[in-house]
């Protein structure tokens, strides 16, 4: 029987912002199809290369290698104002544009009024806000599983607008019910009204981008012997299942969501991909076990341009927690690690990492179900830094002792292999180590 073709997938092991971006558009070269498959614009994908920076929030991170075929899945959600602006601001010639980019018509829509009631909810919430990008993405997958919401494929049939309006009046009514009204929302610096106009031009540029359904066209690019690699947004503690509940994204961000997002049998799973930061950060609300106040934190915050890709917002900084990533390794069946920011710790003469907790005086090294305890202390083991630049070092085995020792303690704790370190923000600051398996499977054809 002829050996069957599996999709990768790479995706983020904490709380998102571990630089996947870069990561998928290092490997790009080595996939015909690079797909999204959950998330939407709350996503900020960022990629640096010849001196300029590129910010992706709904378009997969292969978009800039010609011969790439990008592909948007039905797991994912889609708001046509800002799919036109980053269009525009990536700058791709349309007959390229036809080639490299595919939505999937299941995919569903964000509408303007999805926006809306997402900043009513949250407002409501006070104190106990979550921190919601207010882009709208919890409410539309809300309708998703309400079975009211509205796909790509519905802007193609003749009672669509009439959908649209009688969703939008829903909404605005809902929005109303909490107090919250279209005069108090500016969306992108526009008005209600005015966002609706633009979300109404990108959608008629949407119609000029080729529509497939995903599931079809992915299974028949595995069955050519076609590569494929699957991309994740935000992070696995961000699952909507298995993170850190209810202060979590609206999707499953983990390996099974590429199942669920892009028409894939488990068993066409090949290589998981995990990208984790050196250390960890967080933006918006939640528990953090290993957060840090004060000097350490800006250090980490300033040196690693620690503010949100699609918010600005600061970051909130931390030690790397073992636990944490030791529990979205095994969620996520994750082969290969690849590390991440790596230089953000180049100055520190100490580096702490955490390798369990204290809860209620008893010590513990497993990830618990919920980090909203006031009795957990996270355990914390200390390593010398290298407090050395990584700007000359040109390869994984030439970089300084104290950080291959950093490497080997997470090896030893997670039990899978660093194959890659980046050393900074440009994608050829990247270090893949000698034999590593990553190496055997991109040679593959």
């Known amino acids: 029987m002829k050996e069957v073709n599996k999709a990768d997938v790479l995706l983020g092991l904490q709380w998102g912002d571990e630089g996947k971006g870069k990561i998928v558009d290092v490997l790009t070269p080595h996939y015909k199809v690079v797909a ?57 010639p349309p007959d390229v544009l036809q080639e490299s980019l595919f939505i999937c018509g299941k995919a569903h829509l964000i509408l303007p009024s999805h926006r809306l009631l997402d900043a009513a909810l949250e407002n409501k919430k006070g104190k106990l806000r979550i921190g919601s990008t207010l882009k709208g993405i919890g409410p539309t997958y809300t309708d998703k599983v309400a079975r009211t919401g509205l796909r790509l494929a519905d802007t193609a049939t003749d009672n669509f607008i009439k959908k649209y309006e ?21 969306l992108d610096s526009l008005t209600f009204e005015e966002y609706e106009q633009e979300w109404f031009r990108g959608l008629e540029r949407l119609k000029s981008i080729p529509r497939v359904q995903s599931e079809v066209f992915i299974n028949e690019t595995l069955d050519k012997g076609a590569r494929v690699l699957a991309e994740g947004a935000q992070g696995t503690l961000l699952d909507i299942d298995f993170g850190s509940y209810p202060y979590v994204t609206s999707s499953n961000t983990i390996t099974a969501g590429a199942c669920i997002g892009l028409g894939l049998a488990p068993s066409r799973i090949g290589e998981v991909f995990g990208v984790f930061k050196a250390y960890c950060t967080r933006v918006g609300g939640g528990p953090f076990p290993t957060e840090l106040i004060g000097k350490d934190a800006d250090h980490l915050r300033e040196r690693g341009n620690e503010y949100g890709s699609t918010t600005g917002r600061p970051r909130r900084c931390g030690w790397l927690d073992l636990p944490a990533l030791k529990y979205a390794v095994m969620i996520n069946g994750v082969s290969r690690l690849i590390m991440t920011k790596a230089d953000v710790l180049n100055q520190l003469d100490v580096i702490k990492v955490c390798t369990g907790y204290q809860i209620d005086g008893e010590e513990q090294n497993i990830f618990p179900l919920t980090l909203e ?9 200390e390593l010398q830094g290298w407090n050395n630049s990584l700007d000359s070092v040109e390869s994984f085995e030439q ?47």
């Open 166 to 186: 009688a969703l939008k009046t829903e909404h605005l009514r809902l929005a109303e019910s909490l107090g919250y009204s279209l005069s108090d929302l500016k």
């Open 36 to 92: 999204r498959f959950q998330g939407g614009p709350n996503a900020g994908h960022t990629l640096v290369f010849e001196g300029k920076k590129y910010i992706l929030h709904t378009i997969p991170s292969g978009i800039f290698h010609s011969g790439c075929v990008n592909v948007v899945g039905n797991g994912v959600v889609l708001d046509p104002f800002i799919i036109n602006k980053e269009l525009d601001q990536l700058n791709i």
């Open 373 to 381: 305890q006031e009795s957990l202390n996270p355990v914390y083991k």
């Open 399 to 445: 970089l300084p002792a104290a950080l291959l020792d950093y490497v080997s303690l997470i090896e030893d704790y997670v039990q899978v292999p660093v194959d890659i370190i980046s050393t900074g923000a440009d994608r050829k600051q990247i270090l893949i180590r000698k034999g590593a398996g990553i190496l055997q499977r991109l040679a593959v054809v």
